[in-house]
Each structure stands twice: as C-alpha cells, then as structure tokens.
C-alpha cells in the first residue's frame, strides 16, 4: 500500500491575507511553519484545504443468470485529492486534557 503524506501548515501565527492564496505561487514552505508531525488537527478546527478533484461517469456491466452480460445504469464517481492544508485555528474544548 502506498501511503502518501499532505503537507498541513500552521498558520495560526502567521499574518497573511488569505485573499490572495494564489499569490503563494507554490512557496508555502516559506510563508508558514509545519504543523507537529504525528498531531491530529482537532475537531471544529478551522482550515483552509486546497485540493483538485476528479469527476467521472462509468457504466458498470450486469452479469445475467445465462452469463451474458448487459450494460446497466451510468454512475458518477467524485474523487477529490487533497494538495495541502493551512491550519488557522483551533476550538479548545476539542483538545485532550482541556478543562476551563
């Protein structure tokens, strides 16, 4: 199995004008720090992901009970891949320990 790995960002520290994402011209190694590696981004946080996706229609095929096969209904399948992610923040109350 191959595992790939999204670069996730943290930019809860950075001051950026998220307007203007298309400006980074691939260069977000030098705008923001790595999220830790091995750390969870918690639930209700708040993030900016950037992906591109494919959309595609197939035609699966149905096998008969005399084995002759007969073309069934069109199906569309989405598949989003995932570019990267810039963390902007992050709820408290989600975190494991966090008591107020």
Known sequence: MIVYQVPIYDGRATAFDYNNLGKLD???DQVFPHY???EEIP???YAVVAYVSQLSSFRE???KEDGSKV???YRWKFTPFIQWVIVIGISKKHIRGYTE
């Open 61 to 63: 095929c149905i096998r």
């Open 26 to 28: 691939g260069n977000l």
């Open 36 to 38: 830790p590696v091995g």
């Open 43 to 45: 639930p209700c946080s």
């Open 71 to 73: 073309p069934g209904e």
